[in-house]
């Protein structure tokens, strides 16, 4: 009785002593995403926690590769980890931190530019290698070893260099402009913006967010289309692996972003929660906004692993 009057003692004298209770109770959800999932899935974010007040979202940016070595090597806590690449969860964590994955979305490559940049109404699908490879011309790509969309970038170079028929083509390119190489796709965005840079490599949903102009390339190289990768499979690179100093090699594949909860996620219900919304026809309309669609059919690996509540989303494969 005396803890009860407590209680209501200090409502009454303190009103937001309740909203404070109410806060200490949430649960905090925290996700490890790719920087091209920023804006989706902040605004997945954003809504899910208008539908759920009793969850609060952290969103945690950086290359995919780094978002692995954040749990593998550093063992920060996290709930869900969300990938530019199946290949980073599958091979990174798989089957030590995690025991299914969920591939959601898809991409393509382009080349991203200013009205302001150099040679911007010269360029096409044709001739952008030429224009990235002029003196006057500075163009960025995110870096290899942190993020998929700089091992991507080196894949279209590659594939740029038989489609054109331009031998030493894929060297030149990655041996220019070293200087402005970033750690992820999305720190790119600054360089443009400030007219530090006049190209860049990039997914096409992030220059369709940030405004930009682009020229979209032949799907021989712009790794879109599964139905090429029996080309995109030709080319490889190696990339840093799950351990310092390691190395490991990963193969050209269409661009396919993927998600899965870590087995010692702190907050696994509202974790299997979030991933049903995001998945939801509410989730794929903010990817579609944004510029990003979401792959048709998802592809879970396996499917018997998942959580009940994911498995809707893959009824026919579970009936088979």
Request: glycine residues 4%; hydrophobic residues 40%; neutral net charge.
């Amino acid at each position: 009785m005396k803890v009860l009057l407590s209680v209501i003692t200090a409502v009454l004298l303190f009103p937001n002593y309740s909203q404070s209770q109410s806060a200490m109770k949430q649960k905090e959800l925290i996700i490890f995403h790719a920087g091209s999932l920023s804006v989706p899935i902040k605004q997945i974010a954003q809504e899910y926690e208008k539908r759920n007040p009793d969850t609060k979202i952290f969103l945690e940016s950086s290359g995919s590769l780094v978002c692995a070595r954040k749990v593998t090597e550093l063992k920060n806590p996290c709930d869900i980890i969300a990938s530019s690449d199946y290949f980073v969860i599958n091979e990174l964590l798989i089957p030590d931190y995690a025991s299914w994955s969920i591939r959601f979305a898809t991409n393509e490559i382009v080349i991203a530019y200013q009205e302001k940049s150099k040679h911007s109404k010269e360029i096409n699908s044709d001739n952008w290698m030429d224009i990235l490879m002029k003196k006057d011309v500075i163009y960025s790509r995110s870096d290899p070893d942190s993020d998929p969309c700089g091992y991507r970038t080196v894949f279209t170079f590659m594939l740029a260099e038989k489609f054109y028929g331009k031998p030493g083509l894929a060297s030149a390119l990655i041996s220019k402009n070293k200087e402005y190489i970033r750690p992820k796709e999305v720190d790119l965005v600054a360089l443009l913006e400030s007219n530090a840079i006049d190209y860049m490599v990039q997914y096409k949903s992030v220059a369709i967010q940030h405004g930009f102009k682009f020229i979209e390339l032949p799907k021989e190289i712009n790794l879109s289309d599964p139905s090429k990768v029996g080309i995109y499979s030709t080319v490889s690179t190696e990339v840093a692996g799950d351990k310092p100093g390691a190395k490991m090699k990963v193969t050209g594949d269409y661009i396919n972003y993927s998600l899965t909860i870590l087995d010692n996620a702190p907050q696994k219900e509202a974790a299997v929660s979030f991933i049903d919304f995001l998945l939801s026809p509410e989730g794929s309309a903010i990817f579609k906004k944004n510029g990003q669609e979401p792959l048709v059919p998802l592809i879970a690996e396996p499917v018997m692993k998942l959580p009940p509540q994911l498995l809707k989303y893959f009824s026919r494969a579970v009936q088979n």
